[in-house]
């Protein structure tokens, strides 16, 4: 599945997990509704800026939701993985290894 095609998916999911219309994000978001519907819809390829302009208005972290198709409890958590994720560039090998270690034992169960 591509980038813009998980994209599509998570924000539909989570636009209508939420009951928020694309009007409503739209005036949040500063963006055209035309816009976030062909983006939702996968008819339309969404721009950097657009995921984060779509992404601060929702309180979501769209990088999280580009890489895969997420439920709606796990794109409820976008911002804090997206947290997780700017400070994983700075531990060493052995810190990343274990924080793989301790993430695959907490999915197992």
Do not use: H
Not at 24 to 37: E, G, V, Y
Not at 84 to 101: E, F, G
């Amino acid at each position: 599945m591509k980038y813009a095609d998980c994209y599509s998916s998570n924000l539909k999911r989570y636009l209508d997990g939420n009951q928020i219309s694309t009007n409503s994000l739209a005036n949040k978001s500063k963006i055209s509704q035309k816009t976030i519907w062909v983006v939702q819809a996968g008819k339309s390829v969404p721009t950097v800026n657009t995921v984060q302009q779509i992404s601060k208005a929702l309180d979501i972290d769209g990088r999280v939701m580009l890489g895969k198709e997420l439920t709606f409890d796990q794109l409820k958590k976008t911002k804090k993985i997206g947290k997780i994720l700017d400070l994983l560039p700075d531990l060493s090998s052995d810190n990343l290894n274990s924080v793989l270690s301790i993430c695959q034992a907490f999915v197992a169960k």
